[in-house]
């Protein structure tokens, strides 16, 4: 989703002009004895969503879709609808790309003022943009990317819950059997904090790539690997110090091998230093 995201960016201008002038004519019809604008989706496979709002931001149709329609949103007020839509004229606005409600899908929207009324209609992103040929799309290959991700991101939240569950259970195994010590402190925490990441990972591409949610800014692609690197840099500085502690009480000539690991903690610190500083530097 994030590609599709840049890639109308890219071509907004174009893309905007293209919708205006193609609906510019044309007259939205809707008559209470039918329950689709049947002709209207006629030459526009993008479109999914039209309804009509009144001067008071009243709607006055239902929600009709390509095969379906909703009665329940007749007559509900819209008048939040005009603060994500940007005018291009006296007769158009636009909103930015956005995960609709109604279809689940990322969609902009166009309102088109005819005659008293406003017409809003949806137009799914990904068929747009396939539509004007900036992508080539493959409906089913989607279809099965977007599963393939969900899956995966439900299955990397599951197994960080499973940690954290674990964190707590061999905390009370630990204190039950060995009372409290160093180890029955410190590991659970590293844990959490592991499985905290995991969740973050697992969230992250459930929001990118299954449920959209903000796609504004390419800086967010450096703090997703930000994140993920503090809680591992987080959690291996605690087993780095919980080594320290274990080989103070017991054997001092192997201090070498928590050296090693308090290194190589510092390399990955001074590595995610550069990287945040090229990518500041690069924007």
Do not use: W
């Not at 293209?18 to 604008?37: I, V």
């Not at 279809?103 to 005659?115: A, D, E, H, L, S």
């Not at 674990?166 to 180890?183: L, P, R, W």
């Not at 990955?268 to 924007?283: A, R």
């Amino acid at each position: 989703m994030k590609e599709f995201i840049e890639i109308y960016q890219q071509h907004q201008v174009e893309i905007e002009s293209f919708l205006m002038n193609t609906l510019k004519d044309h007259e939205f019809k809707y008559e209470e004895n039918h329950n689709r604008f049947d002709e209207n989706f006629n030459g526009f496979p993008s479109m999914e969503l039209v309804y009509i709002r009144d001067k008071d931001y009243n709607q006055i149709t239902p929600n009709i879709y390509r095969k379906d329609f909703d009665e329940s949103a007749n007559h509900k007020n819209r008048s939040y609808l005009t603060k994500k839509m940007v005018q291009k004229d006296n007769q158009f606005s636009i909103s930015e790309p956005y995960l609709s409600v109604a279809t689940g899908n990322i969609c902009i929207t166009v309102m088109k003022k005819q005659k008293k009324d406003y017409v809003f209609i949806d137009f799914a992103l990904d068929t747009l943009l396939g539509r004007l040929g900036l992508i080539e799309l493959n409906p089913a290959f989607n279809t099965f990317t977007k599963i393939f991700y969900q899956c995966i991101g439900f299955s990397l939240i599951f197994f960080a819950f499973l940690a954290i569950l674990y964190a707590f259970y061999a905390f009370a195994a630990h204190f039950m059997n060995n009372g409290f010590t160093i180890d029955t402190f410190f590991k659970p925490i590293v844990s959490i904090t592991l499985g905290l990441a995991i969740f973050d990972l697992g969230k992250t591409i459930l929001e990118r790539e299954v449920y959209f949610k903000s796609y504004g800014k390419h800086t967010e692609d450096a703090m997703v690997l930000t994140k993920f690197s503090i809680a591992i840099i987080i959690a291996l500085s605690i087993e780095a110090l919980m080594v320290v502690f274990k080989i103070t009480l017991h054997d001092y000539t192997q201090m070498i091998q928590a050296l090693y690991l308090i290194l190589g903690v510092g390399v990955i610190v001074v590595s995610l230093g550069i990287y945040t500083y090229l990518t500041k530097k690069s924007e």
